[in-house]
């Protein structure tokens, strides 16, 4: 009987484990996304669906049961782009879920060297670098590299006679994924007329996204940092190594440790809540090293 109740518990142990490791993930894939604020948008649904049923608004409550089918295939067509790359994904590494490995910090060097080439020799280009947003929708419309940053390729990719010069190269993970790729351009119209096609692209990418944007222009051979749809021209190029260094190189090197120190906290939230459980907990790291120093 005390085996039988032991089991029951492990196996509800399991059962929220196995709930909560589902929706982090699905949160995860979904961060910094526009599906994600689809779902915020769908918690409100749901809501207004709950509260019509409980303050009998029965004629509300009714037209949400109705179109419930309706809206359960309008989710999954919308959300469809989300759900292939989460399949992609747990087929490529089916225990990991796509959890990075290795160092990704920014390849900053070879970064400035490309733009100082571009520049020097008077040719236009842009570089878009992913940051938390997922550009995996503008990526898969380019030309696929999976290339290392160098110097050589960068400026190869926007040489006049290359047929994906007028596109943008993305870096993802210190990596350029693809090249070719079409941003959205911005139409506002407060953006000054001496902006060309790749500053407005460069704007568009970046109020849409977090992304930054570096852009040469083929003109005046300026090189332009664009962060949050601002454009900032860059002269001083130790000064660009210093701030693509903030933005990026702090943020890789504790991103890592933030992850996982916030896995582990959600993880002992999650087992707070079983009876029992919290009790054992306390007395496993009881038993650790500190108290085996102690007679």
């Not at 989300?82 to 796509?98: M, Q, T, Y």
């Not at 380019?142 to 006049?160: C, H, K, M, Q, R």
Request: with cysteine; glycine share 6%; net charge positive.
């Amino acid at each position: 009987m005390h085996s039988l109740a032991s089991w029951s518990l492990w196996r509800n142990i399991l059962d929220v484990l196995a709930v909560w490791f589902i929706f982090y993930q699905i949160l995860l894939l979904i961060r910094g996304t526009r599906a994600f604020q689809m779902v915020i948008g769908v918690l409100v649904f749901l809501l207004v669906f709950f509260v019509s049923g409980w303050l009998r608004l029965y004629t509300l409550n009714w037209l949400i049961t109705s179109f419930w089918s309706q809206i359960v295939l309008a989710l999954l067509i919308l959300f469809q782009p989300e759900i292939r790359k989460a399949l992609a994904r747990v087929g490529k590494s089916p225990l990991l879920l796509g959890i990075p490995l290795g160092d990704s910090s920014l390849d900053i060097e070879e970064l400035v060297k490309a733009l100082q080439t571009l520049s020097r020799r008077g040719i236009g280009g842009i570089i878009v670098i992913e940051r938390n947003t997922d550009l995996s929708e503008i990526v898969e419309v380019g030309v696929p590299l999976d290339a290392i940053i160098s110097n050589e390729l960068l400026v190869s990719l926007f040489l006049p006679y290359s047929p994906i010069h007028d596109g943008a190269a993305i870096i993802r993970k210190n990596r350029i994924a693809t090249a070719g790729c079409f941003l959205p351009i911005s139409l506002s119209s407060d953006l000054s007329r001496q902006y060309g096609t790749r500053h407005r692209a460069a704007i568009g990418i970046t109020e849409e996204t977090d992304a930054v944007a570096l852009v040469v222009s083929e003109e005046t051979s300026q090189i332009s940092l664009v962060v949050a749809g601002r454009v900032t021209p860059q002269t001083d190029m130790i000064l660009l190594r210093q701030t693509l260094t903030r933005l990026f190189r702090k943020e890789t090197r504790h991103s890592k440790n933030r992850k996982m120190q916030s896995l582990r906290k959600r993880f002992y939230a999650t087992l707070s809540y079983i009876p029992g459980l919290s009790s054992l907990m306390k007395a496993i790291s009881g038993s650790g090293p500190s108290s085996r120093n102690h007679p």
